[in-house]
Nanobody, 123 residues
Framework: QVQLSESGGGLVQAGGSRRLSCVTSGQIFSSSVMGWFRQAPGKDREFVAAIVWSGAVTYAESLMGRFTISRDNVKNTVYLQMNNLQPEDTAVYYC?????????????????WGQGTQVTVSS
């Protein structure tokens, strides 16, 4: 059984930084693509970033330069470093995973999801 568990959310002031972590249990991490998504109140869940086991990455264009995704294949953990956070970044952030090596951006492509972690940015 595959489980994803996010941590690192919380309250941060505008302009601040936060690093989210997602630990994956189960036998998928080494052959998986891992993604981060977010969902603000009243909005659809949107793509943030994705990374494959080899290290190739892709980002939502609007977040490039502020957010960085990385992974530690020994610790079975994927990270999302978020810098210069703004109130519009307030959302529940979800980690997602699937087997494969394609950098998917659609929620429908991911089979495994974490429970989410809340990030709130105050102005």
């Amino acid at each position: 059984q595959v489980q994803l568990s996010e941590s690192g959310g919380g309250l941060v002031q505008a302009g601040g930084s936060r690093r989210l972590s997602c630990v994956t249990s189960g036998q998928i991490f080494s052959s998986s693509v891992m993604g981060w998504f977010r969902q603000a109140p009243g909005k659809d869940r949107e793509f943030v970033a994705a990374i494959v086991w080899s290290g190739a990455v892709t980002y939502a264009e609007s977040l490039m330069g502020r957010f960085t995704i990385s992974r530690d294949n020994v610790k079975n953990t994927v990270y999302l470093q978020m810098n210069n956070l703004q109130p519009e970044d307030t959302a529940v952030y979800y980690c997602a995973g699937r087997i494969g090596a394609v950098l998917h951006r659609s929620t429908a492509e991911y089979a495994y999801w974490g429970q989410g972690t809340q990030v709130t940015v105050s102005s």
